[in-house]
């Protein structure tokens, strides 16, 4: 099974700007050294006092010369609010500087509010997003094109550099509301999953309509499942449930905000069941949040937690939010890591 980390290299109130970088490449140096599969990179735009993390395919430049065999990847690429050409371009060249240890996470989004800066339409966004992506895969084919579109027009393009792996990195999407698990399946696309807005048996009836839609496409297998998870691993059971509670109270407060915001916005999911969502989110009680949205514990209970999850929803890897809310130290965040990787992560290779 896969084990990576999500990361949005986020600010903290007694950091600047300068030490959040330089904490966050700490960490994913530490995660290269400690056996890490891979890190996977947000794009966070237009909030300072969350991340630093605007640019991420520079920041993804940047992991793939520092490391040695830890796969860097997004998670996601937000295809609406650039130009496929020039989102073909960088990826292809993140995964030429990495010598092949890129993965392309790809999504729109479920947050409007960078569109609304960029001047984008989120109501756009879903017809955005398929055609960006058929842009950048007939990019990376190496020949010249052109293409007219709804949104893209240009005549006899042809990129440079070509990716690394051919026919190109692997790709990963997002999916987060009900209607998208299918699309993705029948597109026979890895998927990206959570458990913010879906509890587990909503999220196995979702995979399970994933895996019917690839299968009904006629793809070979059956999919393939990375869960991102806040993970906190501690000492002791009680330190592993007392230290991030503050945190992840916040993680999941801000995400309610985030998900109220949005209600009713063309593009997104059909409003009474985003407000749903939204208090739900709103009033969940920590010992709810511990049973049903995170894994937290000592190295022994992680184990038996993540192999349930394993089981249970036909997971193929992890990616763990280690400071979700972001109010965690960076000692911490650097012990959770190490214990995740020494303890936790070799019972599942």
Same mark, same amino acid.
């Given at each position: 099974m896969h084990f990576g980390m999500f990361m949005e290299f986020e600010t903290r109130k007694d950091r600047t700007q300068t030490q959040s970088f330089q904490d966050s490449f700490a960490l994913v140096e530490a995660a290269d050294a400690w056996g890490l599969d891979g890190v996977w990179l947000g794009e966070m735009h237009f909030n300072p006092a969350r991340s630093v993390l605007g640019a991420p395919i520079v920041v993804a430049s940047s992991i793939a010369t520092r490391t040695k065999q830890l796969r860097v990847g997004?998670?996601?690429?937000v295809l609406p609010? *650039?130009?496929p050409l020039r989102i073909a371009e960088e990826a292809a060249t993140v995964d030429q500087i990495s010598g092949?240890?890129?993965d392309f996470g790809i999504g729109r989004s479920g947050?409007?509010?960078a569109y609304d800066i960029y001047g984008v339409p989120y109501a756009e966004s879903q017809e955005r997003f398929l055609e960006a992506l058929q842009v950048i895969l007939e990019a990376w084919k190496g020949q010249p094109f052109s293409h007219r579109g709804k949104y893209y027009q240009f005549d006899n393009a042809s990129v440079s550099p070509l990716p690394y792996q051919q026919p190109h990195p692997p790709i990963r999407m997002a999916a987060t509301t009900e209607e998208t698990f299918p699309?993705?399946?029948a597109m026979g696309l890895p998927v990206f999953v959570g458990l913010r807005g879906m509890n587990i048996p909503e999220l196995?009836?979702?995979l399970? *309509?994933?895996r019917k839609a690839w299968q009904e496409a006629g793809h070979a297998g059956s999919g393939n499942v990375f869960l991102r998870v806040p993970i906190y691993a501690g000492l002791t059971e009680q330190g592993a449930i007392d230290e991030p509670r503050e945190s992840v109270l916040y993680y999941f407060a801000r995400q309610a905000g985030l998900t109220r915001s949005a209600v009713g916005r063309a593009g997104t999911e059909p409003a009474d069941r985003r407000q749903s969502r939204a208090e739900r989110l709103a009033t969940l009680s920590y010992e709810e949040i511990l049973h049903t949205?995170?894994?937290?514990?000592?190295?022994?209970?992680l184990r038996e937690r993540l192999g349930q999850l394993q089981e249970e929803l036909g997971l193929d890897g992890v990616v763990a939010e280690l400071n979700s809310g972001g109010l965690l130290t960076h000692e911490q965040v650097q012990r959770s890591l190490h214990i995740l990787t020494h303890e936790v992560m070799p019972a599942f290779k």
């Open positions: 997004m998670a996601v690429q609010l *650039n130009n092949g240890r890129f947050a409007p509010r699309r993705v399946g196995r009836g979702s399970q *309509n994933y949205k995170v894994a937290f514990g000592t190295a022994a209970s």
